[in-house]
């Protein structure tokens, strides 16, 4: 089972090991890149004050987290939820690192001890498919038409609903680029009698199947910003 969470934080600054602490977690699952439903959302009482630059980002104040939880409290919750998946996050490093400096605290093991292996960076995917473009999440929503019209303000699940519909449509047709590598049997049953291995059948593609296949490569191509190749070649006419 192909199980991934899409994951978000926010925080009281931009550096953990400065004093800087996680204020808000939200999560979404995907299984077979579906959403299956599951989320997980909580604030975080971060024991200290949320400077006025950091509310600016995203609205959280130092007098709505007084009565949250502290991360202590969600600790288990949060593990039991990421553990064994692969995680997807916008600029990994930075939210792994306030998650592991969180965990650290109250004497738990790092993400990479958790989860299925070292996350997914949508900042790294977009900068190697977009050179020089900008890999800000506004700006990946307005490349892949994704309405972010509602994101007057960061939010940590807001932002990982975001990213699920962003890193879906940065890999889409992945699902479908699957090549069956199994050897042939030596005899194959075809109409009825068998068909000796080596021997070729020739199968043409169905307009419907011709039609489907012209569609997902315009998906890809849209997905692309138009960086496809095989639309700038002329088919070779035949003799």
Same mark, same amino acid.
């Given at each position: 089972?192909?199980?991934?969470?899409?994951?978000?934080?926010?925080?009281?600054?931009?550096?953990?090991?400065? +004093?800087? *602490?996680?204020?808000?977690?939200?999560?979404? !699952?995907?299984?077979?890149?579906?959403? @299956?439903? #599951?989320? &997980? %959302?909580?604030?975080?009482?971060?024991?200290?004050?949320?400077?006025?630059?950091?509310?600016?980002v995203h609205g959280i104040t130092t007098d709505f987290l007084a009565d949250k939880p502290k991360f202590r409290d969600v600790a288990a919750e949060f593990i039991d939820f990421?553990?064994?998946?692969?995680?997807?996050?916008?600029?990994?490093?930075?939210?792994?690192?306030?998650?592991?400096?969180?965990?650290?605290?109250?004497?738990?093991?790092?993400?990479?001890?958790?989860?299925?292996?070292?996350?997914?960076?949508?900042?790294?995917?977009?900068?190697?498919?977009?050179? +020089?473009? *900008?890999?800000?999440?506004?700006?990946?929503? !307005?490349?892949?038409?994704?309405?972010? @019209?509602? #994101?007057? &303000? %960061?939010?940590?699940?807001?932002?990982?609903?975001?990213?699920?519909?962003?890193?879906?449509?940065?890999?889409?047709?992945?699902?479908?680029?699957?090549?069956?590598?199994?050897?042939?049997?030596?005899?194959?049953?075809?109409?009825?009698?068998?068909?000796?291995?080596?021997?070729?059948?020739?199968?043409?593609?169905?307009?419907?199947?011709?039609?489907?296949?012209?569609?997902?490569?315009?998906?890809?191509?849209?997905?692309?910003?138009?960086?496809?190749?095989?639309?700038?070649?002329?088919?070779?006419?035949?003799?």
């Amino acid at each position: 089972m192909n199980r991934q969470i899409v994951l978000d934080t926010e925080t009281t600054g931009l550096e953990w090991q400065n +004093g800087d *602490r996680l204020i808000e977690i939200g999560c979404v !699952e995907l299984v077979a890149r579906k959403r @299956t439903g #599951r989320q &997980l %959302h909580c604030y975080v009482n971060p024991e200290r004050d949320v400077p006025e630059g950091a509310v600016a980002v995203h609205g959280i104040t130092t007098d709505f987290l007084a009565d949250k939880p502290k991360f202590r409290d969600v600790a288990a919750e949060f593990i039991d939820f990421v553990r064994d998946a692969e995680l997807v996050i916008h600029n990994a490093a930075f939210d792994v690192g306030f998650l592991d400096n969180e965990l650290g605290i109250v004497g738990m093991p790092p993400l990479r001890d958790i989860t299925s292996g070292p996350p997914i960076d949508t900042v790294r995917m977009a900068r190697d498919m977009f050179p +020089g473009k *900008r890999a800000n999440l506004d700006a990946l929503c !307005e490349r892949f038409g994704i309405d972010n @019209t509602h #994101r007057e &303000l %960061h939010g940590a699940l807001r932002d990982a609903e975001l990213l699920v519909e962003v890193y879906l449509a940065m890999t889409r047709g992945q699902e479908s680029l699957i090549i069956d590598l199994e050897p042939e049997p030596v005899a194959v049953r075809v109409a009825g009698g068998t068909r000796a291995h080596g021997a070729l059948r020739r199968v043409q593609a169905s307009a419907a199947e011709l039609a489907e296949h012209e569609r997902v490569l315009a998906e890809i191509d849209k997905a692309s910003g138009g960086a496809t190749l095989w639309r700038t070649f002329e088919p070779a006419k035949a003799d």
